[in-house]
């Protein structure tokens, strides 16, 4: 059975209150007990996802600080917040990172000019 509901409908493969959501084959709702991830799978995507996600925030922040210690400068700022577990290597490194939030938007600065 297809989605009951018109394509362009609020409720085209909304299945969550659909009565027929066990039987569409256009079901968004996963119910077979088969597809869901064992506990062990789910914390090792998990844990990859952290390691990944840590890596391309270390990787970006090494860039930046390449280019501001070639542009003669001691720090780097940006927008958005730093994961804990970067923050806490780039302090091992030695940095000083500063986080702080004005008007609902969070900031960091990491600076090296303790030498």
Known sequence: MDCKYPVKSRSYKACVLCSDKNICENSTI??????????????????????????????????????????????????????????????????KVKTGNQYNEDHWNISWNNG
């Open 30 to 95: 996963v119910n077979n007990a088969t597809t869901l991830l064992s506990a062990s799978e789910a914390h090792k995507k998990t844990t990859d996802n952290i390691r990944d996600c840590l890596t391309k925030e270390l990787s970006e922040i090494s860039k930046r600080i390449s280019d501001a210690i070639a542009n003669g400068k001691f720090y780097i700022n940006g927008d958005g917040c730093l994961q804990y577990e970067t923050t806490q290597r780039l302090e091992e490194l030695g940095y």
